[in-house]
């Protein structure tokens, strides 16, 4: 991806809505661009309208080639609005750094985030939700999957799964130092970025039953994918 | 709070439409614990609609008592609306681990939430408007106001200060080890939680000037609050 140094940019799959108007559009339709920043994220936030109120709420997702799929309850109140195809918004966010410039004014963050519109559709065939289910697993914590029981019958019936094609969507990223004006690059004050990074920490085991298993590579060596 | 192991629970401040129907309410109207999680995560995403399409993007903040405090460019698209008093959510949430389960069904995120509904309103008090920002400023690096330079009269001018009261909000928390199946207790996997942190990596200076500053405490230290 082509970064400026201490800028925004923007990447955009098509459609003038999900342009944001006050920054300039390099490379639209990047649609690399914005798997990635889905893929390495780990939560999103779904927003959507209800009685004229929007709500917003963070969930876990997947992604297979071009479509999101989302679960839950099948009692879930979010999925039973977003099945009856409202329009929707999900965005994820990735926070890189904080960007500490000379001026107040010119503090910033450093992020990726993506901003997706659409309308969902829920998933009827068995072997999509199956498949989706398994993509939401893998993504959050790929090799689990292939280790654990997979859901039954009862299971699958109580679980609502939802698919978010990805036509219209925006990437926003920020990079790089803090970017002063001329004439404050003197204040005596340290300026520069502090990254920032999700990160594991020691895997705490389940006390139910005394277990034999060793903690997995996948969980020891946990990592998002960049 | 009040917790309790392996379970959801949720906190509120008023109102039916904040409550999630699908899980018990321990603890309504627990301004502490929101207060809280609010005060602990660094990036909100904004819940709002624009031409009957939600949009729901993320930005900074910070809060004031018994209010939440956004900022951005008075040329904003999302702040123009929202000037309006149109219909707003907030929601922010801190990602505390992953939940391994036996079963793929019983997997799950311990996580801290909250939702905030309301309206926003423009600060058109000068003095309000700098307290804001200095809030913002602090919520995200305690320490870093007294530094830096100021706000000056032609970036006040630029920058819109929007102010949401919390009298609607909730606060969802998942907490502890995963709550399999009594029959899945035996697979032999390991099961637990995979705690997750956001950290500061090394802090980078610009180098647009040589700098002799030393990189500040509340640099070098850097955490959010717990």
Partial sequence: ??????GT???????????????PDRGSHDRDAI????????????????????YVIPTLYGRVGDHLYLHGSAASRMLGRLEKGIPVCVTVTLLDGLVLARSAFHHSVNYRSVVVLGRAELVASEGEKLLALRAISEHVVPG???????????????TSVLRIPLL?????????????DEEDLSIPVWAGVLPLETLPG???PDETVKQTAPVPGYVRGYRRPR
């Fill in 9 to 23: 940019m923007e990447k955009s799959l098509s459609t003038d809505r999900t342009r944001l108007r006050r920054l």
């Fill in 168 to 180: 219209e969507a925006s990437a926003k990223v920020r990079v790089g130092p803090p970017k002063d």
């Fill in 35 to 54: 798997h990635r920043i889905l893929d390495e994220a780990l939560v999103c936030h779904v927003g959507f309208e209800a009685e004229g109120q929007p």
């Fill in 1 to 6: 991806m082509k970064q400026e140094k201490g």
């Fill in 202 to 204: 020691e895997p705490v």
């Fill in 144 to 158: 689990r999957w292939a280790e654990v029981r997979e859901p039954n019958e009862r299971e699958m019936r109580v």
